[in-house]
């Protein structure tokens, strides 16, 4: 499937060191807590992947999700995941207090927590049986859902993992979608497509078992979305014929073929419920929960105008989607017009700060390093009036010259321009270091270095053979004496957003 969309609420999100060096992220309130899960092992497709097929060379080759503008908004790095940000299976697993789940072939990759087996572009029955229906898949990967159960075979037999697998939670799938995706894609009829499902359908069933005999207990079977209502196929089998259309101006006949392999599916896992009585088995009803967010789009933010449009694409009309200028395609980015930027932040900084770090470990003076001052704070205000030429509407200017932010305001009286106290921050957390949990002797010293009062030593920094790094850097202001601890960073980020939300005219 290409355009997976789902909505969960999520509660404040913060990150978190661990004592292997992990950055995990974290919900204050998880809401699948109590369901205990120690692990998750996902099956699937591009609905899921977080980066096998980025280490499948023919995969990758023919995939758009392993560059940018894909990740734009994971780190701004794209992962392989088919979306600008996280996937279900990550909110999934947030949800349950587990760390993200890392991609199967990642050799240097974590495993404790679940393996994600999905591979985009996959499909659920294998090459051979697609080749007797005489569709290609054109992901260029083998990895199906037999394949990825090898995966998992193999996993298991290199860990004790299958003994622990009561607390654990199987997603099988989505997976099974491709089929019809490529299908429809390559001419088949919906007939020819419909004779396909029974098949499909048992090829999932056979996975559910196979993951039943590893010990699972507890096991998600997703079904399809209403592929109806996404660009691709609104573009390919757009039509003047109004009766083609439901009442959210999605294809009916398509979402019959949904409907019809998820009533399949349902039955399949209700018989196997009976087999299986002290398995909780459920289907995952991705088609309503498609529906649910499509109905009340609007009611969550979206944009009613653009809720069947490519965000990232070229092609305008009325789904902006072109198969030939697809997302990731040299040229093509998304369409975050200048007229979109008023409901984004930007902050300009900090920045300006080096020139006279960089000056100072140079032997200059602070009245030299103060002449300075004029040319780089005009330099920053000129970037700021660049980004308000762009659209921006609200800004911030992290530093220490919040004159030159005051006379801007008088300028531009529209524009929300506030300036970003970083000093004052510091200060704070510099009095306050002791109650907050820092270490009281170890305020100014580098958590990573070597050397004299601070641990600092500019020809033995952080990052040089045999410089050590402190035992806990939560206690640390300092990273490595220069740049601040992540606990540091968000104490200060706290004392930032308190001063600076009232100015925000933010909506609480």
């Not at 030159?404 to 506030?418: F, S, V």
Request: aromatic share 10%; hydrophobic share 35%.
């Amino acid at each position: 499937m290409f355009y997976p969309i789902v909505v969960l609420v999520i509660s404040l999100v913060i990150i978190e060191q661990k004592s292997d060096a992990q950055e995990l992220i974290k919900l204050q309130k998880p809401r699948l807590r109590n369901c205990r899960f120690d692990r998750i092992y996902q099956f699937g497709d591009s609905i899921s992947d977080t980066g096998n097929c980025n280490r499948e060379p023919l995969c990758q080759s023919h995939s758009d999700c392993g560059s940018h503008p894909y990740g734009m908004n994971f780190y701004q790095n794209a992962t392989g995941r088919c979306s600008d940000g996280m996937l279900m299976i990550d909110f999934i697993a947030l949800e349950s207090g587990l760390p993200l789940l890392n991609p199967y072939k990642d050799p240097s990759a974590n495993f404790r927590h679940g393996v994600n087996f999905a591979v985009a572009g996959c499909t659920g029955i294998s090459a051979e049986i697609m080749a007797e229906n005489k569709i290609f898949n054109t992901a260029f990967t083998n990895s199906s859902l037999t394949v990825q159960l090898d995966w998992m075979s193999s996993h298991f037999q290199t860990t004790d993992c299958r003994k622990k697998l009561k607390k654990s939670l199987f997603l099988v799938g989505e997976i099974g979608g491709n089929e019809f995706n490529y299908g429809l894609l390559q001419g088949k009829t919906i007939e020819e497509l419909q004779k396909m499902v029974p098949v499909v359908v048992q090829t999932i069933i056979r996975g559910v078992k196979r993951v039943i005999n590893f010990g699972a207990t507890r096991i998600i079977v997703p079904g399809n979305f209403p592929i109806g209502c996404v660009p691709i196929f609104l573009t390919q089998f757009m039509t003047d014929n109004s009766n083609a259309y439901d009442e959210y101006h999605c294809l009916k006949d398509l979402n019959n073929l949904s409907i019809l392999y998820n009533n399949h599916l349902q039955q399949a896992i209700d018989e196997m419920k009976k087999k299986h009585p002290n398995i909780t088995l459920i289907y995952g009803d991705y088609y309503n929960a498609y529906m649910w967010l499509l109905q009340n789009a609007v009611r969550f933010g979206f944009d009613k105008n653009s809720l069947q449009k490519s965000c990232c694409g070229t092609g305008g009309g009325d789904y902006n989607y072109n198969i030939l200028k697809r997302c990731g395609f040299p040229g093509v980015e998304t369409t975050c017009s200048p007229e979109k930027l008023n409901k984004s932040l930007f902050l300009v900084g900090e920045i300006g700060g080096n020139e006279f770090i960089y000056g100072l470990s140079q032997g200059k003076t602070m009245d030299e390093s103060r002449r300075m001052v004029p040319e780089i704070v005009q330099t920053i205000i000129h970037g700021v009036k660049r980004v308000i030429g762009f659209g921006a509407t609200q800004i911030i200017v992290p530093g220490n010259f919040p004159i030159a932010i005051d006379e801007l305001k008088k300028d531009y009286p529209n524009i929300t321009l506030i300036y970003g106290d970083y000093y004052n921050a510091f200060l704070w957390l510099l009095q306050n270091a002791g109650s907050l949990g820092f270490n009281n002797n170890s305020l100014q010293k580098a958590c990573c270095g070597i050397g004299g009062e601070y641990n600092y030593d500019v020809h033995r920094r952080c990052g040089a053979p045999r410089v050590p790094v402190c035992v806990d850097p939560s206690t640390h202001i300092s990273w490595d004496g220069v740049h601040l601890t992540q606990n540091a960073y968000r104490w200060i980020a706290r004392w930032l957003i308190d001063d600076m939300l009232p100015k925000l005219n933010c909506q609480v």
